[in-house]
């Protein structure tokens, strides 16, 4: 059964403070992305990842940085963090076919700043 | 500009009926599209998709129809029944490896009993 864990359902953190999100994925795929969903928004692209070490920017890159170092791992970095960035977050893995582009998603992680 | 429109935020129905959710898109090169379902607190999960060289897929209580010349796609559930209520996302993709998923705003559903 495919697996997409993310490291934290919920959390809290101050403003200013430098947030890591984890995300893993089992099923060995090669593509990797992080969303953010906000009500009324829908789900935003903030960096997708095609390989190990390769990164692409998102529609709303800017805040976050993207570390992909082992093929399963990829974390997002809110070098410092602010209000606005309290959401949803959601990892999403997929494998690159030609018959769409199938995401798995893991169970997304509310953060809260303050 | 939103390449993928979701123009009804809410929909609501009875149990038993039939729910149509409704999605437009612009781009003329997305070639693939699926239907997510999500619940609050939990990730959205695959629930149908269509290639466009098809204009139906059926899966059980779930249809998708393809209308390419109106750039216009529809999900149908026949019947509704209250766990269908979630927040549904239509997404759309152009046909090349590793290409993002292009997602609408979403509808609430809500199938009261």
Not at chain 1, 42 to 51: N, P, Q, V
Not at chain 2, 52 to 72: C, M, P, Q, W
Request: aromatic share 12%.
């Amino acid at each position: 059964d495919v697996k997409v864990t993310q490291s934290s359902r919920y959390l809290v953190k101050r403003t200013g403070e430098k947030v890591f999100l984890e995300c893993v994925q089992d099923m060995d795929h090669e593509n990797m992305f992080w969303y953010r969903q906000d009500p009324g928004l829908g789900l935003r692209l903030i960096y997708f990842s095609y390989d190990v070490k390769m990164k692409e920017k998102g529609d709303i890159p800017e805040g976050y940085s993207v570390s992909r170092e082992k093929k399963e791992r990829f974390s997002l970095i809110l070098e410092s963090a602010s209000t606005n960035q309290t959401s949803m977050y959601l990892c999403a893995s997929s494998y690159p076919t030609s018959g769409g582009h199938k995401q798995y998603f893991g169970p997304g992680t509310r953060l809260t700043v303050t | 500009d939103q390449q993928v429109k979701q123009n009804s935020p809410s929909l609501s129905v009875q149990e038993g009926r039939i729910s149509i959710l409704n999605c437009d898109y612009t781009n003329s090169m997305f070639d693939y599209f699926l239907w997510y379902k999500k619940y609050p607190a939990e990730g959205p999960t695959f629930l149908i998709s269509i290639s466009s060289i098809k204009d139906k897929n059926e899966d059980g209580r779930f249809t998708v129809f393809l209308n390419k010349s109106a750039k216009h796609l529809s999900l149908h559930i026949v019947p509704s029944q209250p766990g269908d209520s979630a927040v549904y996302f239509c997404a759309a993709s152009a046909n090349q490896a590793g290409t993002a998923l292009i997602f609408g705003k979403g509808t609430t559903l809500s199938v009261s009993s």
